[in-house]
């Protein structure tokens, strides 16, 4: 992950048998390089090399203080979420997104049945009772795939020597716009890549919240 200004930035290339790169670390920024929580980075080899076959996982995504936790969750196609209430209101939970829509009412201290993800995609869900209330599920099937933390960075260690294909996703980025794949070479030797995003702000953050607690 390691290429930001060019097309492909060679870091050195080991001779002979290939072997482990050295760790390669992403910094997320903003426009003004603050570190940025919850993009998503993915990372591909020039032979598509498949993800490693994992069983199925199931990944809560709670609502809390009228907000999704996590606002960004990563899964694999096969995985399950399951939405929980730990609000004393009810919640309204839904998506249209063509790689999976469902809607549940879900009231204080329970949960909605578990929801298969199947296809590769961003899944945004909402509330129709809070509207501020947004979250992220992204389905990929990229072989190595993190979200960064609240440092923005995200480490990868056990990527072979070679050529690589980088590519960030960030809920904020502008629709229609999605960053351009970056190519990297990497050999035996640690490797940092600082990655500038553009973002657009975010909803949650003084969004008019037409609540209807009465729901």
């Known amino acids: 992950m390691n290429l930001w200004r060019s097309s492909i930035v060679g870091l050195g290339l080991l001779l002979g048998v290939p072997a482990k790169a050295g760790e390669f670390s992403v910094l997320v920024t903003d426009s003004h390089s603050v570190p940025i929580a919850d993009a998503v980075v993915s990372v591909r080899s020039d032979h598509d090399e498949p993800s490693s076959a ?37 919640h309204h939970v839904y998506s249209f997104a063509p790689e999976k829509s469902f809607e549940f009412v879900i009231g204080s201290g329970r949960s909605a049945p578990p929801v298969t993800l ?31 933390g609240a440092d923005g960075r995200v480490v990868f260690d056990d990527l072979p020597a070679g050529t690589w294909s980088v590519q960030v996703w960030h809920p904020q980025l502008r629709p229609g716009r999605p960053e ?7 050999a ?17 953050v003084g969004a008019d919240d037409h609540e209807r607690s009465q729901y």
């Open 54 to 90: 994992t069983p199925p996982a199931t990944r809560i995504i709670d609502q809390r203080s009228e907000s999704f936790v996590p606002y960004v969750e990563l899964f694999r196609p096969g995985d399950q979420v399951i939405f929980h209430n730990s609000d004393r209101t009810r």
């Open 118 to 148: 199947d296809q590769v995609g961003e899944i945004a869900v909402g509330c129709n009772i809070h509207d501020r209330m947004i979250a992220h599920l992204y389905v990929s099937d990229a072989p190595h795939v993190a979200k960064s």
């Open 180 to 186: 351009p794949p970056r190519a990297i070479t990497l």
């Open 188 to 204: 035996a030797t640690p490797a940092n890549l600082t990655i500038p995003l553009s973002l657009l702000p975010d909803p949650r």
